[in-house]
């Protein structure tokens, strides 16, 4: 079953500008978490907000998280060409014993 | 770094084959996963090990096996591969609950 469904499931941006990608739950959570997949490869972890935390920075990273509305968006400012990956929400959901459950992803393409 | 090191990148097997995927890591982590990731339906837990010897079923457990005889190295067994498992097979394991993933490479698996 999909916990996180992320939206927009793809997005063309130009270097240099912001994308935001959001994500939205089902059930309640521990903590959400955001990834990075280089095509063909791994993922890779970015960040973690906790069900307490509002808001967190990872250098050109943020993300907020509205547990009242179940939902998180990952923003990347001045975009760079590297960004260029599928990103993924995942969550901790509370009495699941620690398992990560996935979204479909968001593509992100930025363009020179 | 932690590193997670799945033993094949790509696998061309024949329906019917018994087929093992192997994951080791390197960091001492309890806890161990096996995903397979498909266009459209992202991530989908196949199984889950908290501990040696222990396994849990994730959501889509049918068709598949594991086996976790060391700390370090959680196997995935097709029993008897069938074209349906074509797919990319992640490997993944963390240290505690509220740590992100580590990742491996990934291994695309082909049934002929």
């Known amino acids: 079953s999909q916990q996180g469904e992320e939206d927009p499931q793809a997005l063309s941006i130009q270097e240099g500008e912001n994308a935001t990608m959001n994500c939205s739950y089902k059930t309640s959570i521990n903590n959400l978490q955001w990834y990075r997949q280089n095509s063909g490869r791994g993922l890779v972890h970015l960040i973690l907000i906790r069900s307490n935390e509002r808001e967190k920075h990872s250098g050109r990273l943020r993300v907020t998280l509205d547990t009242s509305k179940k939902s998180s968006s990952l923003l990347i400012t001045a975009s760079r060409a590297a960004d260029t990956a599928s990103y993924f929400c995942?969550?901790?959901?509370?009495?699941?014993?620690?398992?990560?459950?996935f979204g479909t992803g968001t593509r992100l393409q930025v363009t020179l | 770094d932690v590193k997670v090191t799945q033993s094949s990148r790509y696998l061309v097997k024949r329906t019917g084959e018994k087929v093992f995927l192997e994951c080791v890591q390197d960091?001492?982590?309890?806890?161990m996963f096996w995903y397979r990731q498909d266009p459209g339906l992202g991530l989908r837990l196949i199984y889950f090990?908290?501990?040696?010897?222990?396994?849990e079923k994730g959501d889509i457990p049918e068709g598949y096996s594991v086996s976790r005889e060391k700390k370090e190295r959680f196997s995935l067994i097709l029993e008897s591969a069938s074209t349906n498992q074509t797919s990319m097979y992640l490997c993944?394991?963390?240290?505690?609950?509220?740590?992100?993933?580590?990742f491996g490479s990934g291994t695309r698996l082909t049934v002929v």
């Open positions: 960091m001492d982590h309890e806890n």
């Open positions: 090990s908290y501990d040696v010897k222990m396994k």
């Open positions: 993944a394991s963390s240290l505690v609950a509220l740590q992100g993933y580590t």
């Open positions: 995942a969550t901790d959901a509370t009495g699941t014993a620690s398992k990560l459950t």
